[in-house]
Structures are given as structure tokens and as C-alpha cells.
């Protein structure tokens, strides 16, 4: 017996197979720009044509293109292993991605490239011509009869490259009610999606990338609303080291009677709405891999996409080295944080998910105040020589108070107050949360409801007293201060 057989798939079966990744049309468009903007393309022509006889959807760009050979292995499965280190601009990773984002909407998909000063090398799978062939990968050296045309405007071009899906059997109208009916609705989702997805590429005076769809220019969609006045993000924070280096950044969204126009509104809210997209935005080189969700971080459970947090979102910047680490999928959908981030993550996501909900909770009515929400919290952190350490903010309210209350010449609360500041047990906490795996109990946790009314009742009277603030001014502060600002319902028995 011999030591090894050649196993390699039959090509017709396999090629079946790789159909059902899950793709949706507009999460495999993505996929075929994504080549197009690796290769440098500046613009990006999506052409749909969805009614008629021969449907079919084109990509073309003015990216470096391919020679034969290149084209060739690019055809094949797997043309490039995942483990092979990429340019740190490439956005791809599997080597795949052309041909199953393609497979999964059409049965025949031709590639046409042309490098500067090359000729036009065209390769095509066709499903059904596999099917006939005893599972050999027979890859044509030519275009559809019925696709010369499309080719046309390549060869005007200097360079670039041009994907056509035909034997659409897997693009469908969507249901809806629209009065041009579900493929108006499958358009819009489409330019929608790629809005999204491409936005830093879109951005700006001068953008990286022109889209084009049907002719259309494809217009970005923030979706932190960062140019907006009410938009309330939080400092940009590194962390992770070396290729694994991530960065992160919060954003509170202005609420509804902020923003003013209904339209505006729900267009801020995204394909899915306002609930679906709070959350984290997970970004690989600029292109967003992940629209919402809070990736199963939570406190004393993983928290779900609800109303009051919607206004809520976080932009993580990945870079491609750290695709393993971060666990990205084929489809370029999902991506997962290392254990080793989950807490940092989960400590920014709460307080923007605080300060969001106080905002959701007041419409916006302290808008201005809250700019500061930081004030209400009695904790600062502060950086000395490089690293962190905590504070007890004495602008607090409450600290405030105290400290005027005293004698000028009584040291003995601020002293304290330092020794409380210089024995914060870090340790002891970074012990039992990451090497235990345990979650902090969340605020009054074991309090009776009673307990938490009595101390919100006192700290009411003391925030009256100190301040001279009115009643009703102090309950709108306590509002929104930690932890009370999660119990609103509370605040409001007393
Ligand atoms: N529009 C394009 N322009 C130039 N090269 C392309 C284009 N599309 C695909 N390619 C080439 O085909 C290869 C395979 O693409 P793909 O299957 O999407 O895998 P990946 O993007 O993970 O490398 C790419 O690495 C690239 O070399
Ligand atoms: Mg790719």
C-alpha cells in the first residue's frame, strides 16, 4: 500500500457546498469591493440588473488589475493560506472570499482584469459546467457569450477589473411594502449596507473610494453622527500590545428631539433600527465588520440590544494582524474580543451605556450638562508618570460639600480621603475579576429597595443643604449620578 492517496474534493460537489455560508447580496458585494479597494481601486461601479431575461450584477474597478497567471490562482479555492502575514492594508484574509461570496448569489462568476500595459485575461467558474465534468476544476478561459459587452468598458480602461455574477438563482426581491415593490427594497438595503460598511472609505473631502450603484454616488453613513453638535464621544483609548493593538472609542448619540428632524432621525438609527444598532462597531483596516451588539459582555448577565441603551455605540479599530486574536470569520460579519480585552471592553461599554441612558432618559433635556457626566461620579482616574491611578473627584457635589463643612483647619477627612485613594485595591480586584473570572456585584447589590430609597433620600437632603441647589434640582442631579441614574424608577417613590 502506498504511503498517501491524492484525496482532493470533487469539484462539483464541493463548489455546491460553498453556497451556503450565509451570505446575504449585500454582505457578498462587500466582499468583492473589499478586493477591489486591497487592489487600490479609487472607483468602484456596482451595476444590478435584476429584472429581464439574463439578470445579472457587475463589479467593476480601476484597481491594479491582474495578469493571467495572477487571475488563475485567484480563481482557485484557498489561492492564498490564511497563515501567510498580509499587507497591512489588505482586506482580505482567506483567500475565499471571491469565490464564495460569489457562489452564493450566482452560478457562473467571470473575472476580467487588465494590469497597465497588459491585456484583458478573463476566467470564469460556471456551476453547471462543473456539474457535467466528473468533479475536475475546469476553470473557462472565457466570458459568457451573452457578457461581451460588459466587458467593454474595461477595455477603454487602463487597468482594473471587473466581476460578473450571472445565473442569478439566489437574488431575491425582499417583502415589504413599497409602491415599486421588493426589488426597490433590495436596492435600498443594498446601497444602505455598503453606505455603512464603506464609510471611512467614503468620508471626507477627499475620499479614499467613489462608489458607485447603478450609477448613484454612494453617500456615507456615520454612524456615531460624529459631526454632530449633541454627539458626546468619549477620548480615544489604546489597548492590547504589539500586532494585537486595538483601539477604542464611545459615542453617545444625540436622542431623538436632539437631532430634530423625524427623517434624520431614523436614518441615524441604521438598516435595522436604533435598537439593533447599539453597540459595538468592530472595524478591520477601516471597514466595519460588526454593526451592534454587545458581544456577550455584560455584568451580571450578558446585556441584551434594549430601548433605553440604544443611543449607545462604540467604535473598535482592529488592525488585519489581529484576525486570530479577534477570531473573524469568512464572511467578514463576526469577530469575537480576546478573553484578555473583555473587561476593559466591558468597563468603557458601561459607562457609555450610563451616560446614554441618561441621556435617552431626559430626551435630551440636560444635553449641555451632561456633556460633563464624568462630574457626577465621585471616582476619577488620573495618570501619574505613565500609569493609571483613582481619585476621588473633590468637584463631586457631595465631596464638596464635606470639605466646605469643616473647619479650616481640620485635615482630618482630606487625609483620609488620601488614604482611601492610596489603598484602592487594584489588585485585589484585578485578581478576582480576571483571574477568577468574577464579575464586581453590581451597585446595591443585597440593598432592599428601602435601603436605597433611605440613601438616596439622604444624599437629596446633603446635595440640598450643600449646594443650596432646589429640591427639584438635586432629584435631576441625582438623576444622573452613578449608580443612581439606573435607578430612575427609585428616585421617582421618593
Ligand atoms: N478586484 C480585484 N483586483 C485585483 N485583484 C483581485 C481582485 N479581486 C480579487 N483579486 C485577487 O484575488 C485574490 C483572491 O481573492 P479572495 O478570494 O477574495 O481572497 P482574499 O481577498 O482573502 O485574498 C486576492 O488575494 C487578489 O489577489
Ligand atoms: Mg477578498
Known sequence: ???????????????????????????????????????????????????????????????????????RDAMRLGSQNPLTPRDSADLGRFGLGLKTASF??????????????????????????????????????????????????????????????????RVRPRAGHSPQGGSHILMGQIENHLAMVFHRYLEGPQPRLKLYVNGARIEPWDPFLSTHKACRPTPEETLGTGENRIRVKGFVLPAKDMIGDAADFEK?????????????????????????????????????????????????????????????????????????????????????????????VHRGEYGKRAAAPNLARPWKAIRIGGQSAYRIDRSHPLASYILQQLNDDDNSVETFLRLVEETVPIERIWIDTVEQGEFPAPAFSGETREQIRQLARDLLASLVNGSGMTAEKARAHLRRMPPFDQHADILDEI
Open 1 to 71: 500500500m502506498q504511503e498517501y492517496e491524492d484525496a482532493p474534493p470533487p469539484a462539483d460537489a464541493l463548489s455546491e457546498s460553498l453556497r451556503g455560508f450565509g451570505y446575504s447580496v449585500e454582505t457578498a458585494l462587500a466582499d468583492i469591493i473589499d478586493n477591489s479597494i486591497t487592489a487600490r481601486a479609487k472607483n468602484v461601479r456596482v451595476t444590478l440588473s435584476l429584472g429581464g431575461a439574463s439578470p445579472f450584477v457587475l463589479v467593476l474597478d480601476d484597481g491594479n488589475g491582474m495578469d493571467e497567471p495572477t487571475l
Open 104 to 169: 452564493s448569489q450566482a452560478r457562473s462568476l467571470t473575472v476580467a482584469s487588465k494590469r497597465k500595459k497588459g491585456g484583458i485575461a478573463v476566467r470564469r467558474w460556471d456551476l453547471d459546467y462543473l456539474a457535467s465534468n466528473d468533479g475536475e476544476w475546469r476553470l473557462l478561459t472565457t466570458a459568457p457569450e451573452d457578457a461581451v459587452s460588459h466587458l467593454e468598458e474595461l477595455e477603454q480602461a487602463s487597468h482594473g477589473t471587473v466581476v460578473l455574477w450571472s445565473k442569478l438563482d
Open 268 to 360: 441615524a438609527g441604521g438598516n435595522d433600527g436604533w435598537i439593533t444598532h447599539q453597540g459595538f462597531y468592530i472595524y478591520r483596516n477601516d471597514r466595519l465588520l460588526v454593526a451592534g451588539g454587545w458581544l456577550g459582555l455584560g455584568v451580571t448577565r450578558p446585556w441584551v440590544r434594549d430601548e433605553t441603551h440604544k443611543l449607545a455605540r462604540i467604535r473598535i479599530d482592529l488592525p488585519n494582524s489581529a484576525d486570530a486574536a479577534w477570531q473573524i470569520d469568512v464572511k467578514k460579519s463576526d469577530a469575537s474580543p480576546p478573553e484578555n480585552l473583555r473587561n476593559r471592553l466591558r468597563d468603557l461599554a458601561m459607562r457609555v451605556r450610563s451616560d446614554a441612558r441618561s441621556v435617552f
